[in-house]
Antibody, heavy 122, light 108 residues
Framework: EVQLVQSGAEVKKPGESLKISCKGS????????IGWVRQMPGKGLEWMGI????????RYSPSFQGQVTISADKSISTAYLQWSSLKASDTAMYYC???????????????WGQGTLVTVSS | SYELTQPPSVSVSPGQTARITCSGD??????AYWYQQKPGQAPVVVIY???ERPSGIPERFSGSSSGTTVTLTISGVQAEDEADYYC???????????FGGGTKLTVL
């Protein structure tokens, strides 16, 4: 079974750093892009960026460029999302998801991880 | 900036047909994808490439496309279909992905 398992909920203070993880299993981790999606409380989904674990090629949404860092360690089939200095506005649920690419280059997310809730509060 | 526009809410009675639309200027050239998100759960893809249904998704879910609008249709709505639904596509240059604002489907 293809699964993405994310790290647990985090409570942090403004200005602190954080790295959350997403571990893939049941498939060849290096052959699929992994994406990150933010969902602020009571709000919709926002695409943050993606990474190709085989070579760490990374693309960011313009809205998140410079705000977060996406990385991966293919030796342990794990992708990461990190912040160097959290803000209260980073409070949200964060999902990772595997990107499916068909032979024509069309792509979508399936499956998704269970989500990691990040709370930033003083 | 490019946007995908969905109605905030749609309400139907059980057994009726629900239609959720998503509009965007690039949709005539780009496929759309639909995700269902139930409360407290991660999203699940229910339609990909405008009209394709993944295995395991009930046949009552279907998708269509016409010009700048794509539509998710749920025929014979059941109580378990109550959820938020998001369309997703890419901008015309495939630079980035984006999601619509989401539609809350209420089963009366």
């Amino acid at each position: 079974e293809v699964q993405l398992v994310q790290s647990g909920a985090e409570v942090k203070k403004p200005g602190e750093s954080l790295k959350i993880s997403c571990k893939g299993s049941g498939y060849s981790f290096t052959n699929y892009w992994i994406g990150w999606v933010r969902q602020m409380p009571g709000k919709g989904l926002e695409w943050m960026g993606i990474i190709y674990p085989a070579d760490s090629d990374t693309r960011y949404s313009p809205s998140f460029q410079g705000q977060v860092t996406i990385s991966a360690d293919k030796s342990i089939s794990t992708a990461y999302l990190q912040w160097s200095s959290l803000k209260a506005s980073d409070t949200a649920m964060y999902y990772c998801a595997r990107r499916i690419d068909d032979s024509s280059g069309h792509n979508w997310f399936d499956p998704w991880g269970q989500g990691t809730l990040v709370t930033v509060s003083s | 900036s490019y946007e995908l526009t969905q109605p905030p809410s749609v309400s139907v009675s059980p057994g009726q047909t629900a239609r959720i639309t998503c509009s965007g200027d690039a949709l005539p050239k780009k496929y759309a994808y639909w995700y269902q998100q139930k409360p407290g759960q991660a999203p699940v893809v229910v339609i990909y490439k405008d009209t394709e249904r993944p295995s395991g998704i009930p046949e009552r879910f279907s998708g269509s496309s016409s010009g700048t609008t794509v539509t998710l249709t749920i025929s014979g709505v059941q109580a378990e279909d109550e959820a938020d639904y998001y369309c997703q596509s890419a901008d015309s240059s495939d630079t980035y992905w984006l999601f619509g604002g989401g539609t809350k489907l209420t089963v009366l």
